[in-house]
C-alpha cells in the first residue's frame, strides 16, 4: 500500500481517522494508531511483518537491560548485541546477495546467491529502532517502559516505510499523550495534497520524460539530452522522496506528532555541504551524530571518519556499487570544501558557487541513476560527448517543448513559494481571509487534479520504498 493511491487516501486513511478520532482516550488512539499501522505494514509485506515486530521487542528488551544494568558489563554487552542483531539483519536482507555477487567475482568463487527479498522500510524501521538503543546507552533518553509504545514508535505508517527518520527523542512525549488543534489538522491536510501532488503531478510526469531518454540505448543519447534527462532526474528524487515526507509530516500533524524536516528546498544551496544540510535530513543527522564523532582505532580521525560516513550513506541507498561510488562522490566534494574553509568558501561569487554546486550535484544524480557499470560509464561519456554522441538532437527539442510547463512548475516548486501565502499576526483581517482562501482553493485543485491523475494509475510506487 502507498501513500498515492486513491485507496489509500479515500478509504484507508479515511476509515482510520474516523476509528481514531472516535476513541476517547490517549490509550484507545495508541492501540488504533498500532492495529492500522501493522495493518498497513502487512498489506504490502505480510511475510515479513514478524521481522518488524521482532525487531521492536529486541530493541525494546535491550534499552530496558541497558537501563537496569547502567555502567555495569551487561549494559555494554546488550548494547553490543542490540548493533549486532539490527546492523546483521540489514546485511543478510539487504547486502547478503551483493556480498556473495563480489566474493564469486573477486575469488572466482560458485556460492549460491541467497536471493533473499527486501523487506519493504527495513532501512528505516531499523534505524529508528537502532538509534533508541544507542540513545538509551549514552543515557540521553528515558528509556520506554511500555513495550506498545516502542512498538507504536516503530511502527508508526505515516513513516514506516520510507521516512523520515523519526528519533525517539523527537516524539517520546507524544508517544504518550498528544494534542491535537485545528491548526494541526489544517495544516496537515495541506502538506498531505502538496506531498501528494508533488508525486503524482511532479514526480511521475518528470521520471516518465527521463524514461524516454535513459531507459535504454544510453550511449547514443545526444550530450543536451544527457544533460537535459539527469536534470530533470534530480528534481524527480526531490519531488518524489520530498513529496512522500510532506505526506508523512503532514499525517503525523493531524494524529499529533511533530516530525522534524526531511527537506529545506535543497536547490537553493550555495555549495555541496549545504546541500546535504539541506536534503534528506535525517539521514544526514543520523550519520553525523552516530557515527561522525565515534573513535576509529582508539581516536577520532576527522578524514577517516567524514569518508565513513559517506561510504555508510552511499551503501545505506542500495546493494551496488555505484551507491558506494555516490556516496564516496560527495564526501569528497564536502572533504574539498572542509580543505578551502568556510571563510574562503564565502569570497567565492555566489554565481560561481551555483554552477560549480549545481553540476557535482546532477552529475552525482547520474551515478545515482545508473546501477550498471557500463551505462554509468557511458553517462559519463555523454556528458561531454566522448561517445561520439551529437551535441543536440530533435528528441530534446520535442521532448522540451512537450513538456515546457511541466519544467516550468517543477523548477517553481523548488524554491519556496508557499511562503507568499503566509501570514502573520500583524496581517490586516482582509488579508488574512484573503491568504486563507486561497489556501483553500489551490488545496482543493490539487486534490482533484492529482485524484484524476491517480484514476488511470497502475502502480505508482516512491522511489524510496526500495530502501
Sequence with gaps: ?????????????????????????????????????????????????????????????????????????????????????NIGMLMIFKYSGFIVENLNSWFSLNLQNPDISLPIGIS?????????????????????????????????????????????????????????????????IIRIVIGLS?????????YTVVESFFASDVEYVSVTGTWYAVILYAMYVYFDFSGY??????????????????????????DVTEFWQRWHISLGSFFRDYLLYIPVFGKRIPTLNLFIVWFCTGLWHGASWNFVFWGLYFGLFIFIERLIGKKRMKKIPVAVKHIYNKIVIIVGFGIFYFEDGHNLLHFFK???????????????????????????IALAACFPVKKLFETDNNSSPAKIFFFNSAKIIYTAALLIVSSILLVDSTNNPFLYFRF
Design 382 to 408: 555523454n556528458l561531454v560527448g566522448l561517445n561520439n554522441n551529437a551535441f543536440i538532437d530533435d528528441s530534446v527539442r520535442i521532448s522540451f517543448m512537450n513538456n515546457i510547463f511541466l519544467i516550468i
Design 124 to 188: 528505516f524501521y531499523t534505524f529508528q529502532a537502532m538509534s533508541y538503543t544507542i540513545d538509551c546507552y549514552w543515557d540521553t533518553v528515558k528509556v520506554q517502559k511500555n513495550y506498545f509504545r516502542f512498538l507504536m514508535f516503530v511502527s508508526l505508517f505515516p513513516q514506516l516505510v520510507a521516512g523520515p527518520i523519526v528519533r525517539y527523542s523527537d516524539i517520546e512525549d507524544e508517544l504518550a499523550v498528544r494534542n491535537i488543534s485545528v491548526s494541526d489538522i489544517s495544516d496537515g
Design 198 to 206: 508533488k508525486k503524482v503531478i511532479i514526480a511521475n510526469n518528470l
Design 1 to 85: 500500500m502507498v501513500f498515492s493511491s486513491l485507496f489509500f487516501i479515500y478509504l484507508f486513511f479515511v476509515v482510520f481517522l474516523i476509528c481514531y478520532f472516535a476513541s476517547k482516550n490517549s490509550k484507545n488512539k495508541n492501540t488504533i494508531l498500532i492495529i492500522f499501522s501493522l495493518l498497513f505494514y502487512a498489506w504490502g509485506e505480510p511475510v515479513y511483518l514478524w521481522l518488524l515486530i521482532l525487531s521492536t521487542l529486541i530493541n525494546y528488551l535491550c534499552g530496558r537491560v541497558i537501563d537496569y544494568f547502567r555502567d555495569k558489563p551487561l549494559s555494554k554487552i546488550c548494547f553490543a548485541l542490540s548493533l549486532v542483531y
Design 245 to 270: 515526507s510532506d505526506m508523512a509530516i503532514g499525517m503525523g500533524r493531524i494524529l499529533g506528532f511533530h516530525f522534524n524536516e526531511n527537506f529545506n528546498y535543497p536547490f537553493l544551496c550555495k
